[in-house]
């Protein structure tokens, strides 16, 4: 098995230049790490992560404490998992979905730490996990000293500073839709959603404040798709109705288009239909959903970057860890 001896003689640089390469500490030039890269394929060596662990009192193992299990999480979590594999870390999943007191939390917390991760994720899942859950959980890990990142914690636009986080903009790809929309002639925009979360329906708003027009709020029915889907179908009988419908997810806009299949109304002929998730089964509608794509892999590679440099003991960047990445409109078919 090659040792990092091994990896220094092939490479033709001192141990120490190694072991910074391996655990991207500290400054060492493009061309140095790529002659390491390549003697790690070459002799393909393989770190011993027991003895790193013991050496560090740290398992190589990042912790995520999950309030949210639904597919697009599950993509950040992937996309996390795979950029720490590559670092040699392993990831381990604690599911809390129905937590929703601090001290049950307090509790759980207390059973990962006992496995001495080398850092922790939290996936947020609604404005509680900031502002009820993190003001526990953020102390217990500053005093024992893990790394840690807030993964997209929905619901709010930014977490109170104090806590690292990786955000997503959801209002960016919204304000952007309505624009969209705007240029291609549509003059009476609506938007069809629950109205407790304010994220998207207050990037809406602004948008259709800025084009000078009224916002138009459809009846809400909840998640009952069959309700919206009756709700299409009946659409084009109203007087003046809207000649585009934004919604707050590709669910709730699938159901409202096959409403108006079921009604006959030409889409995007009479009237336009965007989405919000770009979910796999957007591409499959008919006509293909317009929607607005979640940068899903780029926040969950950032969180592990963010949990790695913080590993390796570097500084915090001068604005923060805190990191945001914009959705994006997705034009297809029905819009």
Same mark, same amino acid.
């Given at each position: 098995?090659?040792?990092?001896?091994? =990896?220094?003689?092939?490479? /033709?640089? &001192?141990? !120490?230049?190694?072991?910074?390469?391996?655990?991207?500490?500290?400054?060492? %030039?493009?061309?140095?790490?790529?002659?390491?890269?390549?003697?790690?394929?070459?002799?393909?060596?393989?770190?011993?992560?027991?003895?790193?662990?013991?050496?560090?009192?740290?398992?190589? =193992?990042? *912790?995520?404490?999950?309030?949210?299990?639904?597919?697009?999480?599950?993509?950040?979590?992937?996309?996390?998992? %795979?950029?720490?594999?590559?670092?040699?870390?392993?990831?381990?999943?604690?599911?809390?979905?129905?937590?929703? %007191?601090?001290?049950?939390? *307090?509790?759980?917390?207390?059973?990962?730490?006992?496995?001495?991760?080398? /850092?922790?994720?939290?996936?947020?899942?609604?404005?509680?996990?900031?502002?009820?859950?993190?003001?526990?959980?953020?102390?217990?890990?500053?005093?024992?000293?893990?790394?840690?990142?807030? @993964?997209?914690?929905?619901?709010?636009?930014?977490?109170?500073?104090?806590?690292? *986080?990786?955000?997503?903009?959801?209002?960016?790809?919204?304000?952007?839709?309505?624009?969209?929309?705007?240029? +291609?002639?549509?003059?009476?925009?609506?938007?069809? /959603?629950?109205?407790?979360?304010?994220?998207? @329906?207050?990037?809406?708003?602004?948008?259709?404040?800025?084009?000078?027009?009224?916002?138009?709020?459809?009846?809400?029915?909840?998640?009952?798709?069959?309700?919206?889907?009756?709700?299409?179908?009946?659409?084009?009988?109203? &007087? !003046?109705?809207?000649?585009?419908?934004?919604?707050?997810?590709?669910?709730?806009?699938?159901?409202?288009?096959?409403? =108006? %299949?079921?009604?006959?109304?030409?889409?995007?002929?009479?009237?336009?239909?965007?989405?919000?998730?770009?979910?796999?089964?957007? !591409?499959?509608?008919?006509?293909?959903?317009?929607?607005?794509? +979640?940068?899903?892999?780029? *926040?969950?590679?950032?969180?592990?970057?963010?949990?790695? !440099?913080?590993?390796? /003991?570097?500084?915090?960047?001068?604005?923060?860890?805190?990191?945001?990445?914009?959705?994006? @409109?997705?034009?297809?078919?029905?819009?």
């Amino acid at each position: 098995m090659a040792t990092l001896r091994d =990896l220094a003689s092939e490479s /033709g640089v &001192s141990i !120490r230049t190694v072991n910074r390469v391996l655990k991207r500490a500290g400054y060492v %030039h493009a061309k140095t790490r790529e002659r390491v890269g390549a003697a790690v394929r070459k002799l393909g060596y393989k770190p011993n992560l027991a003895a790193r662990s013991l050496k560090t009192a740290r398992s190589h =193992l990042v *912790a995520v404490l999950a309030f949210t299990a639904d597919e697009l999480r599950m993509a950040q979590v992937a996309a996390l998992e %795979h950029r720490l594999r590559e670092s040699d870390y392993l990831v381990s999943m604690s599911f809390q979905l129905e937590a929703r %007191h601090p001290r049950e939390v *307090a509790k759980v917390l207390e059973e990962i730490l006992r496995q001495y991760p080398a /850092g922790i994720v939290v996936l947020g899942h609604d404005p509680f996990v900031g502002e009820k859950l993190m003001p526990v959980i953020a102390p217990a890990l500053a005093r024992a000293r893990v790394p840690y990142v807030l @993964l997209d914690p929905k619901g709010f636009d930014a977490p109170p500073r104090k806590f690292d *986080a990786v955000l997503i903009d959801r209002g960016h790809g919204v304000r952007e839709a309505v624009a969209y929309l705007a240029r +291609q002639g549509r003059q009476r925009i609506a938007f069809i /959603g629950t109205p407790e979360e304010r994220t998207r @329906l207050n990037a809406y708003e602004s948008a259709l404040r800025k084009l000078g027009r009224p916002p138009i709020l459809l009846h809400y029915p909840g998640d009952d798709y069959e309700a919206i889907r009756l709700l299409g179908k009946r659409f084009p009988s109203r &007087s !003046r109705h809207p000649d585009a419908v934004l919604a707050h997810s590709d669910y709730i806009a699938m159901a409202f288009l096959a409403g =108006l %299949h079921d009604a006959g109304t030409p889409v995007p002929e009479k009237i336009a239909v965007v989405g919000f998730d770009d979910r796999p089964a957007a !591409r499959l509608s008919w006509p293909a959903l317009t929607t607005i794509a +979640q940068p899903l892999s780029e *926040a969950g590679h950032a969180a592990a970057d963010i949990i790695l !440099r913080k590993i390796a /003991g570097e500084r915090p960047p001068a604005a923060g860890w805190t990191r945001t990445f914009p959705t994006r @409109l997705v034009v297809r078919g029905t819009a």
